[in-house]
């Protein structure tokens, strides 16, 4: 799907980033704002893009974009239990939403690839 040198160790420094900023308390980050869903969307979109190149089946990598989904859940919830954090629905929809962006076009751009490349008549 993607070409990306060192794949598994991009993603792994990109899961293990996502996480401590996620799980920071409050007063070592600057203060929320609408732009913070956009955040939220870029990041889980490049989380999917960074799986993307891991090179799965496309129903594995449907699979892996929902564990990506769940676990940004996950670390919502989980940032209620930090000093200063509170968890958020629309920062959960707005992760959900950026790996689902990821997928679909990802999809949708192998779709039309396979379709271009089958109507060449050689």
Do not use: W
């Not at 594995?60 to 676990?71: D, G, H, M, Q």
Request: glycine residues 4%; contains cysteine.
């Amino acid at each position: 799907m993607i070409a990306l040198p060192y794949p598994t160790f991009c993603f792994a420094v990109f899961t293990a980033a996502l996480t401590t900023v996620s799980l920071l308390p409050a007063e070592t980050l600057s203060g929320a704002s609408f732009n913070d869903k956009i955040a939220h969307f870029l990041c889980y979109a490049l989380f999917a893009l960074l799986a993307a190149a891991l090179n799965f089946s496309v129903r594995r990598y449907l699979f892996v974009c929902l564990a990506l989904a769940i676990y940004g859940l996950l670390l919502e919830g989980a940032q209620s239990l930090v000093p200063g954090r509170e968890s958020s629905l629309l920062d959960a929809l707005a992760n959900t939403a950026g790996v689902a962006f990821t997928y679909i076009s990802l999809y949708a751009f192998n779709r039309i690839r396979a379709q271009s490349r089958s109507s060449v008549v050689p």
